[in-house]
């Protein structure tokens, strides 16, 4: 889709490989991309403090930006961001830092993610029990846990609560509070 259509020009992601076959290609972000979006997450949470906000919540999901860095399927880089599993989260964990460098430590701070891609290859619960550990010394005060997002191809078997045994995973193993969404129907 063309920015004429209402598409975003330039589209930026962790590499140059489109979502999907007919995607617009994106343009894989530099260390001053990088930079910039590290610092405006920072001036996000400013002005949410600002505004008398108490909850901030870091979206890292749905194939997002940070999610497609946490992706092995979406983040084809070499460099200190790409590979492995400490490199591909390097992102996120500058992002937390700039967010909490702005929003107050008695005020919770939520982490969207992925807890997993469905897809082989993709980023797992293993990775995201990991990832919570990893995040809760940042200062992440809840890992929020959905699923999916990264590739068009996953089989995600959606049902009732399909995505609360994520949560258990990551708050039994990664040690911190977690939450779930999705098909949520019932109080049990």
């Keep these: 889709m063309e920015v004429a259509d209402g598409g975003w020009r330039p589209i930026l992601a962790p590499s140059a490989s489109p979502f999907a076959p007919e995607s617009i290609r994106p343009r894989a972000l530099d260390a001053a991309g990088l930079a910039r979006i590290v610092e405006a997450f920072g001036m996000a949470a400013r002005r949410a403090r600002e505004c008398g ?28 961001y790409g590979g492995p599993f400490e490199n591909r989260t390097r992102l996120l964990r500058e992002v937390v830092a700039a967010v909490r460098k702005e929003w107050p430590q008695d005020f919770p701070l939520f982490l969207r993610i992925s807890a997993s891609d469905w897809s082989q290859g993709g980023w797992a619960l293993e990775d995201s029990i990991a990832l919570g550990r990893m995040v809760k010394p940042l200062g992440v005060d809840l890992v929020d846990c959905s699923s999916g997002g990264a590739v068009p191809q996953a089989q995600i078997p959606v049902g009732t609560g399909y995505q609360v045994p994520f949560a258990a995973a990551v708050r039994q193993h990664g040690g911190g509070m977690t939450g779930a969404v999705g098909m949520i129907t019932s109080p049990q």
Excluded: C, M, T, W
Aim: hydrophobic letters at 35%.
């Design 53 to 80: 906000y108490k909850v901030l919540e870091i979206h890292a999901a749905h194939g997002y930006l940070l999610h497609e860095f946490l992706s092995p399927l979406s983040n084809q880089r070499s460099d200190d």
